[in-house]
């Protein structure tokens, strides 16, 4: 079954301990990207990667860190989560940028105490 | 400033009726999208169109490129439509979203 698979689903955590979510797909695809979702501000773009050793900022890439060493993995790291980090994460990703559906995981629910 | 302007914010609406979710954006697009986001959280994409009209099934979608405006319709509107609508648009590599519309179908 195509999909993207996010872990974990929930997590709690404290302010400055280092925590990765990961991102794993089976489709091939080429463009892969995080975002966050706030309530009243939607969903914004935080990295996305266009293939494999290639990566670059979204809207609100402060705080975070990706890298994409394999084509289907890209974990989005906190080296020091904040509470302002404490959001409803989604990883996505589509064949080609712009001209194809996004596929979404089912997202990450992270609260930094 | 907001690429992406969705309206209404929230949408009550009786089973049946027909309902019209409007998006305006102000930056060039390579193509845009309707997401349809569940309680629980996950994001399913429903469209995705860069000129003209998309149909599936009870839901259309429209864009006009000139105006910088699409629309999202629902025909004979059914509880299990109640969501949030999603609309976004991919500039080349990057996406900008709509707050959503949080629709409520009531039996």
């Known amino acids: 079954e195509a999909q993207v698979t996010q872990n974990p689903r929930y997590l709690i955590t404290v302010t400055g301990k280092k925590l990765t979510v990961t991102c794993s797909q089976n489709m091939n695809h080429e463009y892969m990207s995080w975002y966050r979702q706030d309530p009243g501000l939607g969903l914004r773009q935080i990295y996305y990667s266009m293939n494999v050793e290639v990566t670059d900022k979204g809207d609100v890439p402060e705080g975070y860190k990706v890298s994409r060493k394999e084509k289907r993995n890209f974990p989005l790291i906190l080296e020091s989560p904040s509470p302002n980090q404490t959001s409803l994460y989604f990883c996505?990703?589509?064949?080609?940028?712009?001209?194809?559906?996004?596929?979404f995981g089912n997202g990450t629910r992270l609260t930094v105490t | 400033k907001n690429e992406v302007e969705q309206s209404p914010q929230n949408l009550t609406a009786q089973e049946g009726e027909f309902i019209t979710i409007n998006c305006s954006y102000s930056v060039g697009i390579s193509a845009l999208h309707w997401l349809q986001q569940h309680p629980g959280g996950g994001i399913v994409s429903l469209f995705m169109?860069?000129?003209g009209k998309k149909k599936h099934g009870r839901l259309i979608a429209t864009i006009n490129i000139q105006e910088k405006h699409s629309s999202l319709h629902i025909t004979a509107s059914h509880p299990r439509d109640s969501a949030v609508y999603i609309c976004?648009?991919?500039?080349?590599?990057?996406?900008?979203f709509g707050t959503g519309t949080s629709l409520t179908v009531i039996p």
């Open positions: 976004a648009v991919g500039t080349g590599n990057q996406f900008y």
């Open positions: 996505a990703s589509s064949a080609l940028t712009g001209y194809s559906p996004l596929h």
């Open positions: 169109l860069s000129s």
